[in-house]
């Protein structure tokens, strides 16, 4: 059975840091990307950022790019996203997906959802 | 950046009846769109990608088509446990934008 586990969620306060984790089972995880979804309290579901499987690419949005690293450790199963310059429209729940493998057009058609990590970003 | 968007934005419908969504993309996406539902409380679960494949286990309620700039979404006969929102995402570059979602209820 996929199954992916988010954590490393809280609270931080402005311009501050947290690093989320994926940990993965169930699949092999090298052959997947991971892509993390967020969601705004109330709010719909914003793509935040991709990382491949084999050669490993990744991919950001605009909205966190130069903010937020994806990373991947294969020992481990984990894909980690860390974020820094937390900023106030960053608080929401964070979702780890596994996207598709192979072709790029795979990666973002998210089959298996975490139950998320929520992180609120306030003073 | 491609923009999708989603309509409407929200309805009601009666068990049994014929629910239609649609969401529009520009320029065009090919068939590069997903579409994902969230009942409330709930994780979001892929229904559809390449525009019109439905995923392993859905009910074939459900189905999906378009190509290029509008895409539909259609609940063949609603069912109560199709109470959700329902939101495409286009995947032919990043970034993979999600639309607005449509909240469905009965």
């Known amino acids: 059975e996929v199954q992916l586990l988010e954590s490393g969620g809280g609270l931080v306060q402005p311009w501050g840091s947290l690093r989320l984790s994926c940990a993965a089972s169930?699949?092999?995880?090298?052959?997947?990307?991971i892509n993390w979804v967020r969601q705004a309290p109330g709010k719909g579901l914003e793509w935040v950022s991709v990382?491949?499987?084999?050669?490993?690419?990744?991919y950001y949005a605009d909205s966190v790019k130069g903010r937020f690293i994806i990373s991947r450790d294969t020992s481990k199963n984990t894909v980690y996203l860390q974020m820094d310059s937390l900023r106030d429209e960053d608080t929401a729940v964070y979702y780890c997906?596994?996207?598709?493998?192979?072709?790029?057009?795979?990666?973002?058609?998210?089959?298996?959802w975490g139950q998320g990590t929520l992180v609120t970003v306030s003073s | 950046d491609v923009q999708m968007t989603q309509s409407p934005s929200s309805l009601s419908a009666s068990i049994g009846d014929r629910v239609t969504i649609t969401c529009r993309a520009s320029?065009?996406?090919?068939?590069?769109l997903a579409w994902y539902q969230q009942k409330p409380g709930q994780v979001p679960k892929l229904l559809i990608y390449?525009?019109?494949t439905l995923q392993s286990g859905v009910p074939s309620r459900f189905s999906a088509s378009g190509s290029g700039t509008e895409f539909t979404l259609t609940i063949g006969s609603l069912q109560p446990e199709d109470v959700a929102t329902y939101y495409c995402?286009?995947?032919?570059?990043?970034?993979?934008?999600f639309g607005r979602g449509t909240t469905v209820e009965i």
């Open positions: 390449g525009a019109s």
């Open positions: 169930g699949f092999t995880f090298n052959n997947y990307a």
């Open positions: 990382i491949s499987g084999g050669y490993v690419k990744t």
């Open positions: 995402q286009k995947y032919d570059s990043v970034p993979w934008a």
């Open positions: 997906t596994r996207g598709g493998s192979g072709t790029y057009y795979n990666w973002p058609i998210s089959d298996h």
């Open positions: 320029p065009g996406i090919n068939t590069f």
